[in-house]
């Protein structure tokens, strides 16, 4: 199985920073890879899939980069609502991995 | 209204079984591959089974091979997780969640439902 990290596991950011999470596959994905968002109680939503492309009706803060085994997740401006649990997952091969998840809260 | 919604969910004693269904509706529901997605209280995502749109292929984690069964009925619009021989490593919030395509099996997940409990324990 391809095992995913995420880091950091939390962060403390305020409104408008620019928040960084990044995920590193145990070998090469090729690209297949999402990020999710998951607030408190909710079902996880599709922010990015294909490493950079933004799904329908996400907005264009959320950005997505890398490549190999490296992939990043960029919020370019944090909002109120971005405080929340991300996870990247792979969907390279079988079984679908995901990252432990970095939590961003409110510094 | 495009969506998914779990039933199912409960209180089982370990070794019990309990059955899962995720109603579909909004979207040609035949033309997706589907998923049953898990997370422990307080945990991460766990990816448990999927099923292509035709049931011809059907994967399960290593964590539930043997012991759950995953199914689909298109002429009903739903999914279903027969759980079998449950263990209270099992409890989770259980999640449907739709492939990302609808022509070919993507791997990622864009539609989830908003999950059911099943809890295990004596």
Same mark, same amino acid.
């Given at each position: ?5 995420? #880091? +950091?596991?939390?962060?403390?950011? =305020? ?18 890879? /999402?990020?999710y968002q998951q607030k +408190?109680?909710k079902a996880p939503k599709l922010l ?7 799904e329908?009706g996400v +907005?264009?803060?959320?950005?997505? #980069? ?18 929340a ?23 | ?12 004693? +370990? ?24 997370? /422990? ?62 022509? =070919? ?5 864009d539609l989830w ?10």
């Open positions: 199985d391809i095992q995913m990290t995420q #880091s +950091p596991s939390s962060l403390s950011a =305020s409104v408008g920073d620019r928040v960084t999470i990044t995920c590193r596959a145990s070998q090469g994905i090729s690209n297949s890879l /999402a990020w +408190p109680g990015l899939y294909a490493a950079s492309r933004l329908s +907005p264009s803060r959320f950005s997505g #980069s890398g490549s190999g085994t490296d992939y990043t997740l960029t919020i370019s401006s944090l909002q109120p609502e971005d405080f649990t991300y996870y990247c997952q792979q969907y390279y091969s079988t079984p679908p991995t995901f990252g432990q998840g970095t939590k961003v809260e409110i510094k | 209204e495009v969506q998914l919604v779990e039933s199912g969910g409960g209180l089982v004693k +370990p070794g019990g079984s309990l059955r899962l269904s995720c109603a579909a509706s909004g979207f040609t529901f035949s033309s997706y591959s589907m998923n049953w997605v898990r997370q /422990a209280p307080g945990k991460g995502l766990e990816w448990v089974s999927s099923i292509s749109s035709s049931s011809s292929y059907i994967y399960y984690a290593d964590s539930v091979k043997g012991r759950f069964t995953i199914s689909r009925d298109n002429a009903k619009n739903s999914l279903y997780l027969q759980m079998n021989s449950l263990r209270a490593e099992d409890t989770a919030v259980y999640y449907c969640a739709r492939d990302g395509s609808s022509s =070919s099996w993507s791997g990622y997940f439902g908003r999950g059911t409990l099943v809890t295990v324990s004596s």
